[in-house]
C-alpha cells in the first residue's frame, strides 16, 4: 500500500466539541446590569438594617436617660446677696467694753497663750565673748500655808557653789494640803563661762533664807540652764540681732491673735492693738558660723462678741442700722479698720475691768445670714416661696433658686439637698 495514500484513523475522543451557552444560562452569568442590581440591593438592605441598630441604640439611652433624670433625686441650689452698707467711722467717739458687761454693754475676755519662736542669723563677725547662762527654775514653797514674796535679784546656789539669780520679784503660792506651792521663774547665771551651763532636774538652795524657811523653800531646774560662753567665736551684729527681734515679736503677737480667734471661733473679734505681750528675754546660741535667737512670750488677748462689738461701733454712727429686731449685724472688714486702744499704757489686762478704745475708717456692716433656718423654711415648699424670704429676712438683697431636675418646682425635703450659696 502506497504510504502517502494511507489515511489517519481518528477516534471520537479526537473530535473537539465547542459548547453554546443557553440563552438563559447567559443572560443569568454574563449579563452586568443584573448583576449590579443584586449588589445595590445588598447594600441598601445592609444600610437599612444599620441604621435601625443605631436607632435601637439611640432610643435604648434616651430611655435610660429619661428614666435616670425621673429616679434622679431632686437636689436644689439657692444663691443669695447679703444686704451690706459702708460705714463712716471716725475716732472722735471713745468705746468701753467690760470684762463684767451688763445688757446693752459690750463685754470681753481675755484669752492667755504661751509661744515660742526662733530664727537663725547669719553671723557677721568673729570676737571675744562672754555670755550667762539662764533656764528656768521651779521654786517650791514647803514651809507655809501662806504665799511667800520673793524680791528681784534673790540668789539661787547650786550643788557646785555657782550663783544664779531672778531678776523679777515673784511670789510662791501658799502650801494646800501638804502639796507645795510652786512657780516658775527664769534665772540668770552671775558669772560668763560654759561651767554655768546646768542640766534640768538640778537641785538650788536660796542662800537668802534661814531657819525653818531655807528647808522649805527651794528650787529645781525646770530646764537646761545654758547659753554660758566665754572665748572667741561667730558673733552677730546688735543692728542684725534686734531687726530679727522685732521681726519675731511681730511673728508672736500675730500668731496669739489668729489662735485666740481660731479657739473660739467666728462669732469672735479681737484687734491687734488690743493684744498685750510680755516677752521673756532673748535667748542666744551660736553655732560655727551662724547664732539662733529663741524668743518665748505670754500673749493676753482681749475678744468680742463680733455682732455686740458691731452693734456698740455701728450704731452711733448710723441710725438706719435695725439692731432692735433680733437682726444680727456684723463688721465685714475689721482688717481694714483702724482700731486703736486708748488706755494702753495704764491697761493691764488680767487686772482691769475695762477697755477703751477709738474705731476709724470705712466699716462694712452686714447681715448675718442664717443659713440653716432658710433651708427650713424651703424644704418641701414650692420654688414661688422663694419670692416672700426677702421680706421675712433683711439679710437678703437678692436670691435666686435652681431645683434640678429642671421639670421639678418643689424644693427637697431634705434640707441636706438644698445649697444655700451666698454671693460677695
Same mark, same amino acid.
Request: proline share 5%; net charge positive; charged share 30%.
Given at each position: 500500500?502506497?504510504?502517502?495514500?494511507?489515511?489517519?484513523?481518528?477516534?471520537?475522543?479526537?473530535?473537539?466539541?465547542?459548547? &453554546?451557552?443557553?440563552?438563559?444560562?447567559?443572560?443569568? +452569568?454574563?449579563?452586568?446590569? *443584573?448583576?449590579?442590581?443584586?449588589?445595590?440591593?445588598?447594600?441598601?438592605?445592609?444600610?437599612?438594617?444599620?441604621?435601625?441598630?443605631?436607632?435601637?441604640?439611640?432610643?435604648?439611652?434616651?430611655?435610660?436617660?429619661?428614666?435616670?433624670?425621673?429616679?434622679?433625686?431632686?437636689?436644689?441650689?439657692?444663691?443669695?446677696?447679703?444686704?451690706?452698707?459702708? &460705714?463712716?467711722?471716725?475716732?472722735?467717739?471713745?468705746?468701753? #467694753?467690760? *470684762?463684767?458687761?451688763?445688757?446693752?454693754?459690750?463685754?470681753?475676755?481675755?484669752?492667755?497663750?504661751?509661744?515660742?519662736?526662733? $530664727?537663725?542669723?547669719? $553671723?557677721?563677725?568673729?570676737?571675744?565673748?562672754?555670755?550667762?547662762?539662764?533656764?528656768?527654775?521651779?521654786?517650791?514653797?514647803?514651809?507655809?500655808?501662806?504665799?511667800?514674796?520673793?524680791?528681784?535679784?534673790?540668789?539661787?546656789?547650786?550643788?557646785?557653789?555657782?550663783?544664779?539669780?531672778?531678776?523679777?520679784?515673784?511670789?510662791?503660792?501658799? *502650801?494646800?494640803?501638804?502639796?507645795?506651792?510652786?512657780?516658775?521663774?527664769?534665772?540668770?547665771?552671775?558669772? $560668763?563661762?560654759?561651767?554655768?551651763?546646768?542640766?534640768?532636774?538640778?537641785?538650788?538652795?536660796?542662800?537668802?533664807?534661814?531657819?525653818?524657811?531655807?528647808?522649805?523653800?527651794?528650787?529645781?531646774?525646770?530646764?537646761?540652764?545654758?547659753?554660758?560662753?566665754?572665748?572667741?567665736?561667730?558673733? +552677730?551684729?546688735?543692728?542684725?540681732?534686734?531687726?530679727?527681734?522685732?521681726?519675731?515679736?511681730? $511673728?508672736?503677737?500675730?500668731?496669739?491673735?489668729?489662735?485666740?480667734?481660731?479657739?473660739?471661733?467666728?462669732?469672735?473679734?479681737?484687734?491687734?492693738?488690743? &493684744?498685750?505681750?510680755?516677752?521673756? !528675754?532673748? !535667748?542666744?546660741?551660736?553655732?560655727?558660723?551662724?547664732?539662733?535667737?529663741?524668743?518665748? #512670750?505670754?500673749?493676753?488677748?482681749?475678744?468680742?462678741?463680733?455682732?455686740?462689738?458691731?452693734?456698740?461701733?455701728?450704731?452711733?454712727?448710723?441710725?438706719?442700722?435695725?439692731?432692735?429686731?433680733?437682726?444680727?449685724?456684723?463688721?465685714?472688714?475689721?482688717?481694714?479698720?483702724?482700731?486703736?486702744?486708748?488706755?494702753?499704757?495704764?491697761?493691764?489686762?488680767?487686772?482691769?475691768?475695762?477697755?477703751?478704745?477709738?474705731?476709724?475708717?470705712?466699716?462694712?456692716?452686714?447681715?448675718?445670714?442664717?443659713?440653716?433656718?432658710?433651708?427650713?423654711?424651703?424644704?418641701?415648699?414650692?420654688?414661688? &416661696?422663694?419670692?416672700?424670704?426677702?421680706?421675712?429676712?433683711?439679710?437678703?438683697? *437678692?436670691?435666686?433658686?435652681?431645683?434640678?431636675?429642671?421639670?421639678?418646682?418643689?424644693?427637697? !425635703?431634705?434640707?441636706?439637698?438644698?445649697?444655700?450659696?451666698?454671693?460677695?
Amino acid at each position: 500500500m502506497n504510504p502517502e495514500k494511507k489515511h489517519n484513523k481518528h477516534s471520537i475522543r479526537d473530535i473537539e466539541i465547542s459548547r &453554546v451557552n443557553s440563552p438563559a444560562k447567559a443572560g443569568r +452569568v454574563n449579563n452586568p446590569k *443584573k448583576k449590579l442590581n443584586k449588589n445595590v440591593v445588598s447594600r441598601k438592605r445592609k444600610k437599612s438594617l444599620g441604621l435601625t441598630f443605631v436607632a435601637s441604640v439611640l432610643l435604648l439611652v434616651a430611655s435610660v436617660f429619661l428614666l435616670y433624670s425621673f429616679l434622679k433625686p431632686t437636689k436644689a441650689t439657692v444663691e443669695i446677696q447679703t444686704f451690706s452698707k459702708n &460705714v463712716l467711722l471716725t475716732d472722735d467717739l471713745v468705746h468701753v #467694753a467690760y *470684762k463684767e458687761a451688763e445688757p446693752g454693754q459690750l463685754g470681753f475676755k481675755v484669752l492667755e497663750n504661751n509661744f515660742e519662736k526662733s $530664727a537663725d542669723i547669719q $553671723a557677721d563677725k568673729f570676737e571675744y565673748s562672754e555670755d550667762k547662762a539662764s533656764g528656768t527654775l521651779t521654786v517650791y514653797n514647803n514651809y507655809s500655808n501662806k504665799p511667800q514674796r520673793i524680791i528681784k535679784n534673790t540668789r539661787f546656789k547650786s550643788p557646785d557653789g555657782k550663783i544664779y539669780r531672778a531678776k523679777k520679784a515673784f511670789t510662791i503660792p501658799g *502650801k494646800k494640803s501638804g502639796t507645795p506651792g510652786q512657780v516658775d521663774v527664769k534665772v540668770y547665771a552671775d558669772e $560668763a563661762g560654759e561651767s554655768y551651763n546646768l542640766k534640768s532636774g538640778t537641785k538650788f538652795t536660796l542662800p537668802a533664807l534661814s531657819g525653818d524657811a531655807a528647808e522649805g523653800i527651794y528650787a529645781e531646774a525646770k530646764t537646761d540652764i545654758k547659753g554660758g560662753f566665754k572665748g572667741k567665736r561667730a558673733s +552677730v551684729s546688735e543692728e542684725k540681732k534686734e531687726q530679727v527681734l522685732v521681726e519675731l515679736k511681730e $511673728a508672736l503677737k500675730k500668731e496669739a491673735l489668729q489662735k485666740a480667734l481660731l479657739k473660739l471661733g467666728p462669732d469672735y473679734i479681737s484687734f491687734p492693738d488690743a &493684744v498685750m505681750v510680755e516677752f521673756e !528675754e532673748p !535667748e542666744y546660741s551660736y553655732s560655727q558660723n551662724s547664732a539662733n535667737i529663741k524668743l518665748k #512670750a505670754k500673749a493676753l488677748v482681749p475678744v468680742f462678741n463680733k455682732y455686740d462689738f458691731a452693734r456698740e461701733v455701728l450704731a452711733p454712727a448710723d441710725a438706719e442700722l435695725d439692731f432692735d429686731t433680733g437682726n444680727k449685724i456684723y463688721i465685714d472688714n475689721p482688717e481694714d479698720l483702724e482700731l486703736k486702744v486708748t488706755n494702753k499704757d495704764s491697761l493691764d489686762l488680767e487686772e482691769d475691768e475695762l477697755l477703751k478704745f477709738t474705731a476709724k475708717g470705712t466699716a462694712v456692716a452686714k447681715y448675718y445670714l442664717d443659713k440653716e433656718a432658710i433651708k427650713k423654711e424651703l424644704q418641701g415648699k414650692n420654688e414661688t &416661696v422663694v419670692r416672700f424670704l426677702k421680706e421675712a429676712y433683711p439679710a437678703i438683697e *437678692k436670691i435666686n433658686s435652681m431645683i434640678e431636675p429642671v421639670w421639678r418646682d418643689t424644693f427637697p !425635703e431634705d434640707p441636706q439637698k438644698i445649697q444655700i450659696v451666698e454671693l460677695k
